[in-house]
């Protein structure tokens, strides 16, 4: 299977920026959808942006402008960029990605799996 390893989470000031990565403990052979999502204590876990294949990116109105999805496939990474955040930010966020890998056998195997999560805390 494929396991997804999240890090930059970590505390900022209101108005400050943090980007963070999530990287599959494995060679991806295709990534068909990949998201960040992120779960307030109390609340349900909500979407934050997703990129799918053609490069078709959407993200939660709270955040258009300010965060930006991306992913570098050589090195099997999503990033979330976040900028000029605000303390309704703070949360956990989770890294989700679904595609196919190259099981031992050389054959195609399809994967849907999310990362641990990481805190993000943004103080006014």
Request: charged residues 15%; aromatic residues 10%.
């Given at each position: 299977q494929?396991?997804?390893?999240?890090s930059g989470g970590g505390f900022v000031q209101s108005g400050g920026s943090l980007?963070?990565?999530?990287?599959?403990?494995?060679?991806?052979?295709?990534?068909?959808?990949?998201?960040?999502?992120?779960q307030a204590p109390g609340k349900q876990r909500e979407l934050v942006a997703t990129?799918?294949?053609?490069?078709?990116?959407?993200?939660?109105?709270?955040?258009?402008g300010r965060f930006t999805i991306s992913t570098d496939n050589?090195?099997?990474?999503?990033?979330?960029?976040?900028?000029?955040?605000?303390?309704?930010?703070?949360?956990v966020y989770?890294?989700?990605a679904q595609?196919?890998?190259l099981d031992e056998?050389?054959?195609l195997q399809e994967f849907g799996s999310w990362g641990q999560g990481t805190q993000v805390t943004v103080s006014s």
């Open positions: 494929v396991q997804l390893v999240e980007r963070l990565s999530c990287t599959a403990s494995r060679s991806i052979f295709v990534i068909t959808a990949v998201g960040w999502y992120r990129l799918t294949t053609g490069g078709i990116t959407n993200y939660a109105q709270s955040v258009k050589a090195k099997d990474t999503v990033y979330l960029q976040m900028n000029s955040l605000q303390p309704e930010d703070t949360s989770y890294c989700n595609g196919k890998y056998h050389s054959r």
